[in-house]
């Protein structure tokens, strides 16, 4: 029997010229995020990518439509409830698979978020069905829309990472609990609640690695490291607004980016806005 050939990946389809429909909206930035590249959101009809490369790793999910894509001379597709992991210098291109077009939101992650020896792998399963993983992806693009949260989007990228590494086949092993580890994490938290702290420089400060500090505070105090810091600027902030302050000056002062990002967590966390909740506010009572 002669040897099987490798499969010739078919051409992509050619952009639909006269397609009375066509739609092409795109949203790119680059958050202030170690290892994210670039935040790139569209929406496209009648319109494929031709075989290209990236030198960043394309972590994708699509949340309308589906896409189909070339990798390595195999054919894949990403239904909804799939990510997709794109390795950094393969090359690959991509097409709707009906007139309907995709959404999709891609993070572009620096070729050192999970490393060469991962490329190999991500080409042979380069569609992951978890949806655990999915659900951190898009919370993930939720923390890096808008500036401010970035502990909270290096904490979701640390997960997802090691997430990656145990589908690829390079797991890392569970830390044991460390209350010690996350206590320290804690008063570094207590310390910046107005300047903040990456996540980066407070496992530098303790000399435990990203994933193991996060996994360690959460699991001693049973809530996220970011989510502590936020509760604790919302503390300050209602305080500093009972004294009187207005919103605008009470968001800078309490560690928030903006008053934006102040009312966003203020109202998740307490149900009003820092305006009604300072409008709502009585006076002290007189010394005794």
Do not use: C
Not at 93 to 108: A, E, Q
Not at 153 to 168: F, K, N, P, V
Not at 240 to 254: I, K, T
């Amino acid at each position: 029997m002669a040897p099987r050939q490798p499969r010739r990946p078919r051409p992509a389809a050619s952009p639909a010229r006269h397609a009375p429909h066509a739609r092409q909206e795109v949203s790119a930035w680059r958050p202030r995020v170690p290892g994210v590249v670039e935040v790139f959101h569209a929406h496209f009809t009648g319109y494929a990518y031709p075989m290209h490369v990236h030198d960043a790793w394309t972590l994708l999910i699509v949340d309308d439509g589906a896409v189909r894509y070339d990798l390595d001379r195999h054919e894949h597709g990403t239904p909804h409830d799939t990510v997709t992991l794109l390795p950094p210098h393969v090359p690959h291109n991509g097409s709707p698979v009906d007139p309907r077009g995709f959404r999709k939101r891609v993070l572009y992650l620096d070729a050192g978020v999970l490393g060469e020896d991962l490329i190999g792998p991500a080409v042979d399963a380069p569609d992951l069905r978890d949806p655990v993983l999915r659900r951190r992806v898009g919370q993930l693009h939720s923390a890096l829309a808008g500036a401010g949260d970035e502990l909270e989007a290096d904490s979701r990228l640390t997960l997802i990472g090691e997430r990656l590494r145990d589908h690829l086949g390079h797991p890392e092993r569970s830390p044991r609990p460390d209350p010690a580890l996350a206590r320290r994490l804690r008063e570094l938290l207590d310390a910046s609640v107005v300047q903040g702290i990456g996540l980066d420089e407070a496992a530098r400060i303790v000399q435990a690695h990203p994933a193991h500090l996060v996994r360690a505070f959460s699991g001693a105090y049973g809530i996220a490291p970011h989510q502590y810091l936020t509760a604790r600027r919302v503390d300050r902030a209602r305080r500093l607004l009972l004294d009187g302050r207005p919103p605008g000056e009470v968001a800078v002062a309490a560690g928030f980016y903006d008053q934006a990002h102040l009312t966003r967590h203020f109202r998740r966390l307490v149900g009003v806005t820092p305006g009604r909740y300072r409008a709502g506010s009585r006076p002290a009572g007189p010394a005794t």
